[in-house]
């Protein structure tokens, strides 16, 4: 009862900043009804002597619960994927050279690594350039502001002495 609640709330006040947190929440919450269901049910089944139902049920929850967990287990696989692919294939690299020396994955998996490395220096340069033009243009935006504020501060003190004299 209390998840049902939660479910309510949460899908009409959107606890989370991120849209994906949201709907995995959403989600999550209705596999776990689903799932606390199907095990009253198996419960049922066990105390009346049907285990095959029993037995399908006990199934279906564990499928039910794999596909809780997949997008959480996608979202870890792939940032490890980004974080340590080149790693992976150098490893490998080591490996195809000792067992097969004259393979041409070795050259294919060193192309890729090589063409992984200028991806992300290139990306790298990039930001460095972006963060520099920006820092130089927020100076720059700085400079025109004071500038801007110093001609409006000597405008009204000509005009006060403008009006004095004219008194």
Avoid: H
């Amino acid at each position: 009862m209390c998840l049902m609640i939660y479910q309510v709330i949460t899908s009409s006040y959107l606890p989370y900043i991120y849209p994906k947190l949201n709907k995995l929440d959403l989600s999550s919450g209705q596999f776990c009804s689903i799932a606390i269901f199907l095990a009253a049910v198996q419960y049922i089944c066990e105390q009346q002597g049907d285990q095959i139902l029993a037995q399908i049920l006990q199934i279906l929850i564990a499928l039910i619960c794999f596909r809780f967990s997949f997008p959480y287990l996608f979202d870890i696989i792939s940032a490890y994927y980004k974080k340590y692919k080149e790693n992976f294939l150098t490893y490998l690299i080591i490996i195809l050279k000792k067992l097969f020396p004259q393979s041409s994955l070795i050259w294919k998996f060193n192309d890729i690594i090589d063409q992984w490395r200028q991806k992300n220096s290139r990306i790298d340069r990039n930001f460095k350039q972006l963060r520099k033009l920006t820092i130089s243009k927020k100076r720059q935006e700085k400079k025109e502001q004071q500038q801007i504020y110093t001609t409006l501060s000597l405008n009204k003190v000509g005009e006060a002495k403008l009006k004095l004299l004219k008194q």
